[in-house]
């Protein structure tokens, strides 16, 4: 119907509790998000790249 869905998570406000934790933790959520920030480690070890700090 027009494009609209119902998300039962996002209407008990589960979503946005998990991208507010997610926001000051810098620890990923999602199965995607923890395997980029994983992947991306090991490639500033393997090179000896510092990490990068947010302003």
Not at 6 to 21: C, E, H, M, P
Not at 22 to 39: D, L, S
Request: proline share 2%.
């Amino acid at each position: 119907m027009f494009g609209l869905s119902f998300s039962w998570k996002r209407a008990l406000g589960i979503s946005g509790l998990k991208n507010k934790v997610a926001k000051k933790t810098g620890i990923p959520t999602t199965k995607g998000g923890v395997q980029r920030k994983i992947g991306q480690a090991v490639i500033d070890a393997i090179t000896g790249k510092k990490k990068r700090k947010k302003k």
